[in-house]
Every structure is written in structure tokens, then in C-alpha cells.
């Protein structure tokens, strides 16, 4: 069941949840070209093709191409990936 399909089963509740969102983190270009620069760097070091560096990743070409030329930030759930690609032992 989707969550929203559980909406109907709570109408009896006198209970309403109400909070503010939180407002979005805004990277700066420099902030997002920073990591994109480190797989560049990275990726020319080890003579890799764009492709490659994606397929290792589980991303697209054009989301490697993104990151590098700071158009964009990976999601965190590519965090892990990204850190084993680019070789770092975290222990």
C-alpha cells in the first residue's frame, strides 16, 4: 500500500501534523565544481573515459560530465560509490 492510501484509514484521528520544511542547502558553482574537479582529476590520472567512470559509479556519462563542469552535485546515495571510486579507505 502506498502512503497514500493510508490517508483514508486516518480520518478519525484529531491529530494534525504541521511542520516548515527545511529550506534546501544552495551549493555555490565553486562548491559544486570542487568534487567534479577531484573526479576529473581523478579520471584523466587513471586514463578513464567519462563512460567508464560511470559505469563504475552506477551513473550516466552525462551525470559524470555534470558533475565535473559543476552544473550539479551527486545525490547522497552515490556518496559511497564516489568515495570507492575514487580510492579512499575510511578506517
Known amino acids: 500500500m502506498s502512503p497514500s492510501s493510508l490517508l483514508g484509514y486516518l480520518p478519525f484521528l484529531p491529530y494534525s501534523l504541521k511542520c516548515l520544511k527545511p529550506a534546501p542547502y544552495i551549493y555555490s558553482k565553486a562548491d559544486r565544481a570542487k568534487l567534479g574537479k ?3 582529476k581523478v579520471r584523466r590520472e587513471r586514463k578513464l573515459s567519462q563512460q567508464e567512470v560511470a559505469k563504475a559509479i552506477g551513473v550516466t556519462d552525462a551525470a559524470i560530465s555534470h558533475w565535473e563542469y559543476g552544473r550539479h552535485v551527486p545525490q547522497h546515495w552515490l556518496v559511497g560509490a564516489i568515495v570507492e ?6 578506517l
Do not use: A, T
Open 38 to 40: 577531484h573526479i576529473q
Open 85 to 90: 571510486f575514487l580510492g579512499y579507505d575510511p
